[in-house]
């Protein structure tokens, strides 16, 4: 199966939230693959017969969780029709409080309706940074063979001002070709002071959008820089 992975070894998970439908076959997967101490199912309650099937889907998960010594706990979230930042705030609750008391969490958005799975990730990017950084965000393809398993914090916008901003651009654009970029190279492509270019780079460099290679004198751009682009 094709991966894009986190090292499993730096996150052993204690928890694991996963959204849940009709089909738990993806939650599934992530149980057996973090065998984490607890295990949330996040489920929308619309009417008794939908439930009565997710039911029957959180029962198969309840069998193995037990199996692997994880207590499970099925989450009912009653939806009436409000709208996405209604749910979103709903689950972002729930997530604040497995988040506080875990040190490492994933969370499982595929499986289950798509306004369910679209609210938590709404809610998970607007969780505070001290909690944001012990998540990660697992999605499996659907229809094709694929695992992404990557920090939240990969998916959450920075704040950046224009020159900034810029210099993300470049240090991506410099990436593609496979190399990094320096001060002297960011100065002449913004026109700005080479002082200032190299202040930014190292503020770049603290917010996780950038690295710096000693060896080359140079900065690339990391995963996180992809959405600040």
Known sequence: MGSILVDFSELHMK????TLGFDEKFALRALIAHRP????AVALYTNEDAWRRILKAFS???????QLGVEAELVRIDYRGEGLSVLAGKIKMLLEGYAENADRLVLVLTGGPRILVSAALVA???LPRRL???????????????VIVEP??????VPLDDTARRIVRLLLQ??????????TEVSQELGIPKSTAYKKLQELVAMG????DPRSRSYRATERAYINA
Not at 37 to 40: A, I, L, N, S
Not at 60 to 66: E, I, P, R
């Open 15 to 18: 928890v694991v939230v996963s």
């Open 37 to 40: 101490r607890r295990f949330y």
């Open 60 to 66: 198969q998960l309840k069998l193995v969780a037990s």
């Open 124 to 126: 998970a990017i607007a």
């Open 132 to 146: 944001a950084e012990r998540i990660a965000v697992r999605l499996e393809g659907e229809g094709f063979e694929a």
């Open 152 to 157: 939240l914090l990969n998916i959450v916008p």
């Open 174 to 183: 410099a990436l593609l070709e496979g190399r990094g970029v320096g001060p």
């Open 209 to 212: 959008l950038a690295s710096y």
